[in-house]
């Protein structure tokens, strides 16, 4: 391969990785929000069943029977978090983080975004 066409594949290649990183921004702010809301929920819960001078009075279960804010809050946040998404909200760095993993052995990285930063040379003496 001449340098053109080298040139031509790395260009192509940084298109793709731009592309698909930008792709994963929508759905990245989307389940980053649905966590967001999840969690103050579950805290607002948490704070009222915790300050119920019932639930020092009342077994466990009847305690959460009697909040169904906070435990329908804390099952859906564990469910969240079964269903991965703490990976969904972090998709685009785990991309970037594997891409520069890749990219360090050619004296290349990238940025968040998928652009490609091209490192000087080392010196060999």
Known sequence: MNSLEQAEDLKAFERRLTEYVSCLQPATGRWRMILIVVSVCTATGAWNWLIDPDTQ??????SL??????????ITLIALFFAGIHKRVVAPSIIAA????????????????????????????
């Open 65 to 74: 029977w009697n909040h169904p804010f906070f435990t329908l809050s804390c």
């Open 98 to 125: 594997r891409c520069r993993t890749v990219l360090a052995e050619y004296n290349m990285s990238c940025d968040d975004t998928g652009k490609l930063i091209l490192k000087p040379r080392p010196n060999i003496q």
């Open 57 to 62: 009075k009342v077994s466990f279960f009847s």
